[in-house]
C-alpha cells in the first residue's frame, strides 16, 4: 500500500499561484494512476484531476479546467498539483489519492494522505 503526504498548502489571494505536492512512499507509486481531490467545509470530497501511472494521460474536473496541471516524477515518487489564476471558490483541504489501478479518475482510492489546507482570500 501507498503511504502519501501532501504538503504547499496555505494562504494565498485571488489570482496567485500555488503548487502542492503529495509524496508517496513504497513501491506500487509507479503502477498506480494518481488524484487529487478537494473538500470544502460542508460541502462533499469532489475529484480535481487525476494522472496515469506513466504520466501521459491526465483528467480534470471542469471547474479547474485550464488553471489546473497535475504531474508527477516517478523518479521521486512524487505528484504535483500546479494550482493557477486561484479563486476563493477554491479554498478547500487538498488531498492527494492512489488509484488501485490505473484510472485517471481515481474511482478505486486505495490510499489518501492527510490533506493540506489551501484558503484564497478575495
Known amino acids: 500500500q501507498v503511504q502519501l503526504v501532501e504538503s504547499g498548502g496555505g494562504l494565498v489571494q485571488a489570482g496567485d499561484s500555488l503548487r502542492l505536492s503529495c509524496a508517496a512512499s513504497?513501491?506500487?507509486?509507479?503502477?498506480?494512476?494518481m488524484g487529487w481531490f478537494r473538500q470544502a467545509p460542508g460541502k462533499e470530497r469532489e475529484f480535481v484531476g487525476g494522472i496515469s501511472r506513466s504520466g501521459g494521460t491526465t483528467y480534470y474536473a471542469d471547474s479547474v479546467k485550464g488553471r489546473f496541471t497535475i504531474s508527477r516524477d516517478n523518479a521521486k515518487n512524487t505528484v504535483y498539483l500546479q494550482m493557477n489564476s486561484l479563486k476563493p471558490e477554491d479554498t478547500a483541504s487538498y488531498y492527494c489519492?492512489?488509484?488501485?489501478?490505473?484510472?485517471?479518475?481515481?474511482?478505486?482510492?486505495?490510499?489518501w494522505g492527510q490533506g493540506t489546507q489551501v484558503t484564497v482570500s478575495a
Open positions: 489519492a492512489a488509484d488501485r489501478f490505473d484510472s485517471v479518475v481515481v474511482n478505486n482510492p486505495a490510499s
Open positions: 513504497g513501491r506500487t507509486f509507479r503502477m498506480s494512476a
